[in-house]
């Protein structure tokens, strides 16, 4: 019996703990966007006090969390010879928010400096397409290193 069929192998909870809070950090879009475009002053909710103070902290931590969750799982999974295994969820805990973070600075930088061209133009099409290789190649980069022995 080899360490891959062992009855002992399980998944890597660090990666499931960070894939758990990942979609936390998506709430800190949906706070920051505003509600209301009224100039008056309107009363704040309890309920929106209590989303204030408990969301709002773990959406800013959590692309954080999830990110170094990600990564010492993939580390944990290396090391545990067969044993742990989730090497996949590990490397998209670990590449979420660091890839949309550059995404976005990307199409910032191609808004700006695109935002003169017309819009039937081929370079945004290329632009995006460039984007998405860059993607593309960190995503293989990462899994390769994360699978070398």
């Known amino acids: 019996m080899t360490n891959n069929d062992s009855p002992n192998r399980r998944l890597s909870r660090l990666s499931i703990i960070g894939a758990i809070i990942l979609p936390i950090g998506i709430f800190l879009v949906f706070l920051l966007i505003p509600v ?5 002053a309107t009363s704040v909710t309890l309920w929106q006090n209590v989303l204030r103070f408990t969301l709002l902290p773990l959406s800013i931590i959590a692309p954080f969390a999830s990110t170094a969750l990600g990564l010492l799982g993939i580390s944990e999974i290396r090391k545990s010879d067969g044993k742990i295994y989730g090497l996949p969820l590990a490397v998209f805990v670990s590449l979420f928010y660091p890839i949309i973070l550059l995404d976005v ?8 400096l695109l935002g003169n061209i017309q819009v039937s133009s081929i370079i945004p099409l290329a632009w ?11 995503v293989r980069l990462t899994w390769r290193a994360a699978t070398r022995i």
Not at 36 to 40: D, I, V
Not at 128 to 138: A, G
């Open 36 to 40: 209301s475009t009224s100039t008056s």
């Open 105 to 112: 600075l990307l199409f910032v930088v191609g808004w700006s």
């Open 128 to 138: 995006l397409t460039m984007v998405l290789v860059i993607d593309y190649i960190i």
